[in-house]
């Protein structure tokens, strides 16, 4: 069970201090010790054949780094939710407390969900010009939506794209925050009409992008889980089912959406 308490407000951030018992990550540190023992080859043992102890024990300081990250991200999405302020972006964890047997402590902050009003889908109609419907959804959206960002969810959407130096006046900082914006405005009408993504899809587009990349879906996974992009894949998806949604949707009102 996690505890959490809520912090003071810091520059915009909301805080919390989370505190979990072993057992809520036992399950994790298991996960990567199995997935190191996998993996990892040592003179004098066969490839997969490492006993666990001599994993945990060589490779002690690694794995509590990725359990610290993991955990960090799923227990601070948890807290935040139990807190009743849904997160804008990735979570941020400092002065983690992680090792095995002990209680997990750290905290988060993140951007809160800011309130603006959810344009309808009856709204999204516009003249064919020929281009993507999707296109023409998401440049109305922006239309009706004018939501402001903080610049610190910009610049993280900018440094993901390895483009963190980029100025505050420069194309690529505004097609930044043009696409944050957008997503901002997905997840507000996912919630709204009760779009959700799972695990299945997740893990369908992760076994996609190994392929294209030439890995495994492990290895890219585990990418994915040390630095919140396991979210942000999830905030992806979540926005490319609710524009398909929106295209099949446009000029419905909410009434005629509601089945009786």
């Given amino acids: 069970m996690i505890e959490w308490t809520a912090l003071d407000d ?18 994790e540190y298991r996960d990567l ?3 190191y023992a996998a993996s990892v080859r040592l003179p004098g043992f ?14 002690h300081r690694e794995i509590i780094e990725d359990l610290s990250l993991r955990a960090a991200q799923r227990l601070g999405a948890e807290a935040a939710a139990q807190a009743g302020v849904e997160a804008l972006g990735p979570l941020e964890a400092f002065e983690i407390e992680c090792d095995k047997g002990q209680p997990f402590r750290a905290r ?11 344009p309808e889908p009856a709204e999204l109609g516009s003249p ?19 939501v402001e960002l903080p610049a610190d969810l910009v610049r993280q959407e900018l440094e993901n794209d390895g483009l963190g130096e980029s100025a505050s006046d420069s194309d690529a900082w505004r097609a930044a925050a043009e696409r944050v914006r957008l997503m901002v405005i997905l997840k507000r009408i996912a919630r709204r009409e009760g779009i959700e993504v799972d695990e299945k899809d997740v893990n369908a587009r992760i076994a996609e992008k190994a392929l294209e990349f030439g890995t495994t879906r492990e290895s890219l996974r585990e990418e994915l889980a040390r630095g919140g992009g396991l979210q942000r894949l999830k905030a992806m998806l979540l926005a490319e089912s609710t524009l398909e949604y929106l295209v099949e949707n446009q000029g419905s009102t909410t009434n005629e959406r509601v089945q009786p």
């Fill in 108 to 118: 988060v902050r993140y951007l809160p969900l800011p309130e603006f009003r959810v």
């Fill in 10 to 27: 810091e520059g915009g951030y909301r805080r919390l201090q989370i505190e979990a018992p072993w057992e809520e990550i036992a399950a």
């Fill in 46 to 59: 066969r490839p997969g054949k490492t006993p666990r102890g001599v994993v945990e024990q060589k490779f």
């Fill in 128 to 146: 064919d010009d020929g281009t993507d419907p999707r296109d023409r959804i998401s440049r109305r959206l922006l239309e009706l939506a004018p």
């Fill in 33 to 35: 010790v199995a997935r």
